[in-house]
């Protein structure tokens, strides 16, 4: 009778199923934490004021918000994203939710690059050279900090990156961008963080932005003390 039972209810693949199940589970919950964590970070809706925070955190709470974009896709490879951190980069004194909100608007523009330039490639030529995107953080002196944010999707014409930080000028379909994104961007770094947001681009080969802030907002930025470009510059090649 016990046997039957057993039988019936397929105890044997109950208890073989079950440890994958709850552990299933465990990664899910897991998941599920990482993700809730990484809302509160990006969002740092208690920030009403400047402070003192760590910066990889944000880029990397971003990221994770952004991670199932860069996630392999069928007709693509994954999106390889490469962190060069400086080890020795201190807690900048900012507005965190915004200062996310920046990296947030450029990540996902690069990552939209990307997808349109893989587009055009084929299986094979994906596969050689798949899409990248690096960020390196440096401190440049005592004063001032660059995140810098680079892509392989094929850059710019001279033509879009003199009009990039204008309000509502956007090179993407009519619902997919509001041409807003860089222009806000643009006013958090210069104007709220008193720092700079540069564009350089090399056509064929990718664009890279740089965002430089001072460590502390009780002195301007030393700008003569860093060579950066004046203002959007195309390279050729």
């Known amino acids: 009778m016990i046997q039957q039972e057993v039988e019936a209810v397929e105890l044997n693949f109950i208890l073989e199923d079950l440890p994958k199940m709850l552990e299933s589970m465990q990664v899910g919950a897991e998941r599920i934490r990482e993700i809730v964590l990484s ?21 990397d709470s971003t990221l994770m918000i952004l991670q199932n974009r860069c996630k392999r896709k069928q007709d693509h490879p994954a999106i390889n994203v490469v962190r060069e951190y400086s080890s020795s980069l201190p807690l900048i004194e900012c507005y965190g939710g915004e200062m996310n909100q920046v990296f947030m608007n450029i990540l996902a523009n690069a990552i939209d690059a990307i997808e349109e330039n893989n587009q055009r490639k084929n299986i ?15 401190i440049i002196n005592d004063h001032n900090v660059t995140i810098k944010i680079s892509d392989n999707a094929g850059g710019m014409a001279e033509e879009i990156l003199t009009h990039l930080f204008e309000p509502f000028f956007t090179t993407k379909p009519v619902g997919k961008g509001t041409g807003i994104g860089l222009s806000i961007s643009k006013n958090i770094v210069v104007e709220k963080h008193k720092g700079s947001l540069q564009c350089i681009s090399t056509p064929g080969k990718g664009t890279e932005f740089i965002i430089e802030i001072p460590i502390t907002q009780e002195m301007p930025m030393q700008k003569n003390l860093y060579k950066k470009p004046v203002h959007i510059v195309n390279q050729g090649n």
């Open 124 to 138: 094979e030529e994906l596969q050689v050279n798949p899409g990248q995107i690096l960020i390196k953080t440096d």
């Open 39 to 59: 809302l509160r970070s990006f969002a740092r809706q208690d920030d009403s004021k400047m402070k003192a925070i760590n910066l990889h955190e944000g880029i």
